[in-house]
Nanobody
Framework: QVQLVESGGGMVQAGGSLRLSCTAS??????????MGWYRQAPGKERELVAS???????NTVDSVKGRFTISRDNAKNTVYLQMNSLKFEDTGVYYC????????WGQGTQVTVSS
């Protein structure tokens, strides 16, 4: 069983940047084979998948964050990152790291607050 731990959230002014990290741990994580993603849950809204990265490094981002958010991974560190630039108020929410294979595995979430 893999465990995911996020870090890097916090409060930032609009236009600022944050980098989220998510590290996988466990007896046999097979991290490099996993498709990883970052979900976001904004206040009063459903969770949405904002970015994903395959084992081969192919990435996808939702239109609302294209050009501002970049997902990447370091398999040697069992870590996936979400670089968030030009942050907007509407990026506020709890960000969850997720292993997207079956069964899905979720981290505990990290709060990102963008002040306008």
């Amino acid at each position: 069983q893999v465990q995911l731990v996020e870090s890097g959230g916090g409060m930032v002014q609009a236009g600022g940047s944050l980098r989220l990290s998510c590290t996988a741990s466990g007896r046999r994580t097979f991290f490099s084979a996993r498709t990883m993603g970052w979900y976001r849950q904004a206040p009063g809204k459903e969770r949405e998948l904002v970015a994903s990265i395959t084992s081969g490094g192919n990435t996808n981002t939702v239109d609302s964050v294209k050009g501002r958010f970049t997902i990447s991974r370091d398999n040697a560190k069992n870590t996936v990152y979400l670089q968030m630039n030009s942050l907007k108020f509407e990026d506020t929410g709890v960000y969850y790291c997720v292993s997207l294979g079956l069964p899905q595995t979720w981290g505990q979430g990290t709060q990102v607050t963008v002040s306008s």
